[in-house]
């Protein structure tokens, strides 16, 4: 079987990489730009589209953030299209963004120190109609401080996916969700070439959510 490589870059001193590479390199990275703070501990941890692994990031988080913190940044950097729920499974226990009116999982705001350990895997989900599936691995855990809002940071983060126009081949920017052939990706030329409502259509975007219900992108 032939491994996909999937490229991406280290974004502390943004330098190319690829996922495999990606903790080494953070670290290496993290190593000659910053100072070790023996008094600080932070997570490293990877997470990637479950059906889409060329989508992919690494976070540094503070050690002692929450869930729904690490939940408002997946939805900011990838995710946030109209306020869906949300949910992360971890060891078989559910933790739920909002109100859970069976009282059966658990809420967001669970410190992390108390769930997470290196080499630990987990799920989120967003939205529960059109979802967007995650996995995630916490990678290690580093004396380093995230610079960031909420103690949480982007680190590393995959390259754009070349995405080419369904019809000439050409780099696609749009999407066509109501699309009943083939047709799904399109350049600006052979979009307009079609009798589509440009107001439905939406922009290919870096992010497992790209073309689903109406995610635009976290610059738009
Ligand atoms: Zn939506
Ligand atoms: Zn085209």
Redesign the pocket.
Request: glycine share 10%; proline share 0%.
């Given at each position: 079987m032939t491994q996909q490589t999937y490229k991406g870059h280290c974004l502390i001193g943004d330098v190319e990489t690829t996922k495999r590479k990606a903790k080494n390199e953070c670290i290496r990275q993290l190593t000659k730009e910053r100072d070790a703070d023996s008094n600080t501990e932070s997570w490293m941890v990877m997470f990637q589209g479950r059906y889409k692994p060329e989508y992919w990031i690494i976070l540094l988080i503070k050690k002692d953030a929450t869930l729904k913190s690490i939940d408002r940044t997946l939805r900011d950097l990838w995710l946030e299209?109209?306020?869906?729920l949300s949910l992360f499974t971890i060891c078989g226990h559910r933790f739920r963004s909002g109100q859970d009116w069976d009282g059966e999982d658990d809420q967001m705001d669970v410190k992390i120190n108390r769930i997470f350990a290196v080499g630990l895997t987990g799920e989120h989900i967003y939205?529960f109609g059109?979802t967007t599936y995650l996995t995630f691995k916490v990678l290690d855990l580093v004396l380093y401080e995230p610079r960031g809002l909420n103690g949480i940071e982007l680190i590393a983060q995959n390259d754009q996916p070349d995405i080419r126009c369904s019809v000439c081949g050409q780099k696609a920017t749009l999407i066509w969700p109501e699309y009943t052939s083939d047709e799904f990706f399109f350049c600006q030329e052979c979009f307009e070439e079609r009798d589509y409502d440009e107001e439905m259509s939406l922009p290919v975007v870096n992010s497992p959510r790209s073309g689903?219900?109406?995610?635009c992108g976290d610059d738009w």
């Open positions: 299209c109209c306020d869906h939205d059109s689903v219900c109406g995610y």
